[in-house]
T-cell receptor
Framework: NAGVTQTPKFQVLKTGQSMTLQCAQD?????MSWYRQDPGMGLRLIHY???????DQGEVPNGYNVSRSTTEDFPLRLLSAAPSQTSVYFC????????????????FGPGTRLTVL | GNSVTQMEGPVTLSEEAFLTINCTYT??????LFWYVQYPGEGLQLLLK?????DKGSNKGFEATYRKETTSFHLEKGSVQVSDSAVYFC?????????????FGQGTELSVKP
């Protein structure tokens, strides 16, 4: 298994450009999520999905869109990039939502480092 | 609100030294607590967890005990190795919408010198 993969690893954008961060997992996990990691702030939840066709907002969703057309893929879209979106982005997946039990161990991808100029 | 506070890094230790990374939390109810580790260039990996008060999580020589009275979950290891150099994140899990979500501390970078 490849686990959770993310592309690209690095990206530089200009303000106003759009792009899509890709995330894929091959573990047949239902639950997937996107976090951003900023210095001194830990990881914050952007959007999450409990299964194909179902997405919801996390704590910092503004400026980002997601969709979940397949179980494997969960892309994150920036429609009009802003310098405040400069961050490291992590995708994570788990068999079930992070609630209880052994099904909720989250597996993280290696991250995408995004810089918006 | 719910939050996690970790000791600031970076923490630099010599090989075989004793490690403590402090973590305290604020939460309603009784959250589950986690330590994640991020090795250079990689994503986060679950290191250990504890789901109720007085539980001790352990893995790879690391331990942490869920202390409800002090709202703490400090990470310890008796003898660190160079390969333990990484960023360590404390996190709590709370109920959120259709499931739960993790709330992370800011991370503590550990550097172990030979």
């Amino acid at each position: 298994n490849a686990g959770v993969t993310q592309t690209p690893k690095f990206q530089v954008l200009k303000t106003g450009q759009s792009m899509t961060l890709q995330c894929a997992q091959d573990m047949n996990h239902e639950y997937m999520s996107w976090y951003r990691q900023d210095p001194g702030m830990g990881l914050r939840l952007i959007h999450y999905s409990v299964g194909a066709g179902i997405t919801d907002q996390g704590e910092v969703p503004n400026g980002y869109n997601v969709s979940r057309s397949t179980t494997e893929d969960f892309p994150l879209r920036l429609l009009s990039a802003a310098p405040s979106q400069t961050s490291v982005y992590f995708c994570a997946s788990s068999y079930g939502p992070p609630l209880a039990g052994d099904t909720d161990t989250q597996y993280f991808g290696p991250g995408t480092r995004l810089t918006v100029l | 609100g719910n939050s996690v506070t970790q000791m600031e890094g970076p923490v630099t230790l010599s090989e075989e030294a004793f490690l403590t990374i402090n973590c305290t939390y604020t939460a309603t109810g009784y959250p589950s607590l986690f330590w994640y580790v991020q090795y250079p260039g990689e994503g986060l990996q679950l290191l250990l967890k504890a789901t109720k008060a007085d539980d001790k999580g352990s893995n790879k020589g690391f331990e942490a005990t869920y202390r409800k009275e002090t709202t703490s979950f400090h990470l310890e290891k008796g003898s660190v190795q160079v390969s333990d150099s990484a960023v360590y994140f404390c996190a709590l899990r709370i109920i959120y919408n259709q499931g739960g979500k993790l709330i992370f501390g800011q991370g503590t970078e550990l550097s172990v010198k030979p």
